[in-house]
């Protein structure tokens, strides 16, 4: 297993990273992250798209967001430990039970009822996002702060949607519910972590870029998806 960084290496963004690299327990995870910077290609899920193709040898891709940071000695073995049953192709620290509205065919529609519901983690706020959960176990979809994707999964789907999707929101949904598309498992492991979030997309930095892609906006980059 490789940690993949997508960045834009805002001030401190190996801080985080860091933590995890020094709770690393297993040999099974390396202690080399790859951090993809704007230097190399711009956008996260073209960045994660980067880290599939040039790591061909790792067969367990663990991409975190640069504002995540670890509190959990052993992670790794907890982790690893998913991917031991081979019909797992997912594992995330933030996952939600549901996925859409149970009655979405049987009263008028609203984008709502495309939600997730249920939401668990075991980040310092958890109870702010939904309840706090410290175990094991299967979910509808997961949070795109910290991705741990079966490279076989990937490849049998193509690679990440770079073509298709924007290049910095929904790659969760997508990769999770192509999991379930292709038959494997989705789960959820409840690492003591926390994520701090939005550290990149406010920045005038990231508005700018996102101004010249061909969404024009990040507002329009979410209405899309």
């Not at 052993?74 to 797992?88: A, C, M, T, Y």
Request: hydrophobic share 35%.
């Amino acid at each position: 297993m490789i940690i993949i960084v997508p960045t834009c290496q805002r001030e401190g963004y190996q801080e985080g990273i860091n933590t995890f690299i020094s709770n690393i327990e297993t040999e099974g995870c390396s202690k080399l992250p790859a951090y993809v910077s704007d230097e190399t290609v711009r956008g996260v899920l073209p960045k994660m798209q980067w880290g599939l193709e040039h790591f061909l040898e790792q067969d367990i891709l663990c991409y975190l967001h640069d504002d995540v940071v670890c509190r959990e000695p052993g992670w790794d073995k907890r982790v690893l430990g998913q991917f031991s049953n081979p019909q797992v192709g997912v594992v995330g620290f933030g996952g939600s039970l549901w996925h859409g509205d149970p009655d979405i065919y049987k009263k008028p529609y609203h984008i709502s009822q495309l939600g997730r519901s249920y939401y668990l983690s075991n980040v310092d706020n958890a109870e702010v996002h939904g309840g706090r959960f410290n175990g094991e176990c299967d979910v509808a979809t997961v949070d795109g702060f910290a991705l741990v994707v079966r490279r076989s999964l990937l490849e049998k789907a193509g690679g990440w949607p770079v073509s298709t999707y924007s290049p910095h929101h929904n790659y969760d949904y997508w990769i999770t519910l192509m999991a379930h598309r292709l038959g494997y498992k989705v789960r959820l492991v409840g690492i003591r972590c926390h994520h701090w979030g939005g550290r990149t997309s406010v920045t005038s930095e990231y508005q700018q870029w996102a101004a010249t892609t061909k969404w024009g906006s990040d507002a329009k980059m979410h209405e899309a998806g």
